[in-house]
């Protein structure tokens, strides 16, 4: 069974503080996505990691992907409230398979 | 050009009715995947058509639920004799065709039952 485990579940930050949220996945497949889910709304896509090695930035999140360690992670930098929010990060089944398995979400607080 | 719709936005429904849920993919795109998002148990995935067919529906429970994806009109999603377990928040995401990753989100349904 496939399986997407995220970590810390919960991230209480300062503003200006840095951080890392991790993201290990048990599948063959080496396409990583990573989704931002504001309260009561849909996913906004971040990032598609598609290669070893991959990083992509974006303001002030910065993704990388680890095909060997099957490990992905998300780093914030200089946090602000405005990036409070729930982080997905998710795999889908590799070849022609693309429905996705989710971890479970980082739900991140930035506090003043 | 328009993003994936979803109606009703928000659905409640007594215990015993039937919840019908509809998704109209990007202009272009023939697949839908739909997935829900329960409140202790996070997004998983239930089921992915194409138009007229029924690709994937290994996350779909084995009772009361069915989808479809006819040649003509939305998605549908449909849910009979809902239980409150049912209640959770469901999403689509289209894509425009074989071969390709991306997903585009729908704003979900969320659903009650009463």
């Known amino acids: 069974e496939l399986k997407v485990e995220q970590n810390p579940l919960f991230l209480s930050m300062q503003e200006g503080k840095n951080y890392t949220i991790y993201c290990n996945y048990s599948t063959t497949s080496d396409r990583l996505y990573w989704y931002r889910q504001d309260p009561g709304k849909s996913l906004e896509s971040l990032f598609v990691?598609?290669?070893?090695?991959a990083v992509k930035q974006e303001g002030r999140l910065m993704a990388s992907l680890d095909t060997k360690a099957r490990l992905s992670t998300l780093h914030i930098t200089a946090a602000v409230h405005d990036l409070s929010a729930t982080y997905f990060c998710a795999v889908d089944g590799g070849g022609s398979n693309y429905k996705l398995t989710f971890g479970k979400g980082t739900l991140l607080t930035v506090n003043p | 050009n328009a993003g994936v719709m979803q109606n009703p936005r928000h659905l409640v429904r007594r215990r015993g009715q039937e919840a019908r849920l509809r998704c109209s993919p990007m202009k272009g795109h023939s697949h839908v995947y739909w997935y829900r998002q329960l409140p202790e148990e996070g997004l998983k995935f239930m089921v992915y058509?194409?138009?007229?067919?029924?690709?994937?529906e290994s996350g779909m429970p084995k009772e009361r639920f069915s989808a479809e994806f006819p040649k003509e009109g939305p998605s549908i999603l449909r849910i009979q004799q809902v239980v409150r377990g049912d209640s959770a928040a469901y999403f689509c995401?289209?894509?425009?065709?074989?071969?390709?990753?991306?997903?585009?989100f729908g704003p979900g349904t969320r659903l009650t039952v009463t």
């Open positions: 990691l598609l290669s070893n090695g």
């Open positions: 995401a289209s894509s425009p065709s074989t071969g390709t990753y991306e997903q585009y």
């Open positions: 058509l194409q138009k007229e067919n029924i690709i994937d």
